[in-house]
């Protein structure tokens, strides 16, 4: 078939297809041939790169990307796809570095063709740094408070076990047993910390497993706030409003008791006054409202406190409590809010009483 009197040729509209379908994709595309000329590159890449890759177009690819491994080295002289072994099928993602201290990831394939599978093309995928660089200073900084969190405790348990160990015989049995409950305070909250750890990497890592069973949630509730009472809170500051002695549904009792334990740790740290829990119950669904006299929650803050590190005023902790129960929620198909009202701050769970199908 003859080419059409009008519009582009048939080899030129094959390039045009290319070049549409080259823009879909989400990473940027460069193509060499055989002869290490630049054939081809996206507009996406020439965002990555900062380089106007298309007016290099018929140059030396090495020479119109100009990218650097980390060692140091030319990626195109250690790489050496034109002259290295022939078996290479391409190179693995890796950071490369381009001039103006950009940086791409970038992974490449050789089609090979022949007897001798000399290298015909050569085409490079690549795709922005950002996502890997959030995550990798995340996650310096989720070691870095861990870290500094660990140690304070650790350091008293230490203190504690030394002084007691060598002053046993001076001290008095009312000094002795102050320094020991210190040391289960704090070996506590190392516990509550290295499992609240624990959880977030079973969440960010979908391997969260309920184990769903009949609770009853006000047992729990009840439970929890003798928790705080007993690390020192003061009794009367807590009030629980339910219609029911009684309020049982399907959840994984542990994941329930350390939300409640999150919300109530908030409502004392962070708040003030009666710290009030009220449960209702619909016809579907269970709702925990936990709520505080205290400064209450910005409504532009109200979407970011449940993001990891999210902390309004450094009051001690490590802004993950939050994080924590919304995929705790999330996981057994609920939902959790900040409720806009006046006077504190409330927080709303919203729980289905039977588990949603295929969860
Ligand atoms: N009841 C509340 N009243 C006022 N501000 C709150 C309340 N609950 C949470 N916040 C704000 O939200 C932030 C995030 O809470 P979150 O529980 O995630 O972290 P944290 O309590 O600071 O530390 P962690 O829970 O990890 O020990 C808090 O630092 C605080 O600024
Ligand atoms: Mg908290």
Known sequence: MSPPDHGPAEPELALVLY??????????VVVADADRRLVLS???AERLTGIRLSEHTGEDVRDALPLVASDGHSFWASADPWGGLRTLSGSPEQRLLLPE???VLAATRHVRSGPDRRLQWLVMTMRSTRTRDRIESETAALVTTVAHELRSPLGAVRGFSQTLRNRWSQLRDDQKLWMLDAIETDAGRLQRQ???LLEISRLDTGRLVLRRRDVDVLALIRSAIHRVVSGGADPDRFRIVS????VCFVADPDRLAQVLSNLLDNAMRHGRGTVTVAVELRRREVQIEVSDEG?????????AVFTRFWQARGRGGNGLGLYVVRGLVVAHGGRVEVVDRPGGATFRLTLPRVAPEGS
């Open 243 to 246: 219609e029911f002695d009684e």
């Open 101 to 103: 201290g950009r940086s």
């Open 295 to 303: 400064p209450g929650i910005a409504p532009e803050h109200r979407a």
């Open 42 to 44: 996206s507009e996406r």
């Open 19 to 28: 070049r549409a379908l080259l823009e879909q994709l989400p990473e940027g």
């Open 194 to 196: 290295v499992g609240e």
